[in-house]
């Protein structure tokens, strides 16, 4: 299986409720990142933790880390229907620096 | 922040026709740019890696006579899909690295492009 793979696949929650997404690697990696794509557009940047950090914030966002474990989550407080999209997760490989692999994505829909 | 551009944002075009989208950074240089393809409801897979100057590194799997990739300055790289065919159709996303390590930690950071949605009919 791929290196990134998030969980679930697929959430659906009310507004103002909080979304919980999971991504588990396999190999160590620089840094990892979480990205956002509407439909059928591009990918928009969230938060790029490193392998020697534990936890970010970025507004709603919050973003840990567990390198024992290879695995990230991303939360999102306070949930919003504008945050409906897919959310994607990317590991930078220690060795290699630049070459992202991507998980297959969490859908999220925010009912409103 | 960086941006990166794409176009165009949408093509058609006939079977057995060639398609050439841009990518360029707006606001940053970028030795390193990534080119890859999204079907519906899947996951971006990684194509191409180019670097300015030299030939791109292609993915296992894609034919590089098929999607020829330049990149001949540090703000702009290329996309050429040759010979279309239905297949093909698909979402083209590039992306632009940038540098942004700190605390002794080497990392960089994607910005990705709007897409290419390419039908070939």
């Known amino acids: 299986s791929q290196q990134g793979e998030e969980d679930p696949q697929a959430l659906s929650i009310q507004e103002g409720e909080n979304a919980t997404m999971n991504c588990s690697y396999k190999?160590?990696?620089?840094?990892l990142q979480w990205y956002r794509q509407n439909s059928g557009r591009g990918l928009v940047h969230l938060i790029l933790i490193r392998s020697n950090e534990r936890e970010k914030h970025s507004g709603r966002l919050r973003v840990t880390l567990d390198t024992s474990k290879k695995s990230s989550s991303l939360l999102i407080t306070a949930s919003r229907a504008a945050d409906t999209a897919s959310y994607f997760c990317a590991t930078d490989a220690s060795n290699y620096g630049q070459n992202f692999v991507f998980g297959p994505g969490t859908r999220l829909s925010v009912l409103p | 922040g960086a941006v990166v551009s794409q176009h165009p944002s949408r093509v058609i075009c006939k079977s057995g026709t060639s398609v050439k989208i841009e990518c360029r950074s707006l606001d940053f240089q970028a030795t390193t740019m990534f080119w890859y393809r999204q079907f519906p409801k899947q996951s971006l897979m990684l194509m191409a890696t180019s670097n300015e100057g030299s030939k791109a590194t292609y993915e296992q799997g894609v034919e590089k006579d098929k999607f020829l990739i330049n990149h001949a300055s540090l703000t702009l790289s290329t996309l050429t899909v040759t010979s279309a065919h239905p297949e093909d159709s698909s979402f083209y996303i590039c992306?632009?690295?940038?540098?942004?390590?700190?605390?002794?930690?080497?990392?960089?950071?994607?910005?990705f492009g709007p897409g290419t949605r390419l039908t070939v009919t």
């Open positions: 190999t160590s990696i620089n840094n």
């Open positions: 992306s632009a690295s940038q540098y942004s390590g700190t605390s002794g930690l080497p990392s960089y950071e994607q910005y």
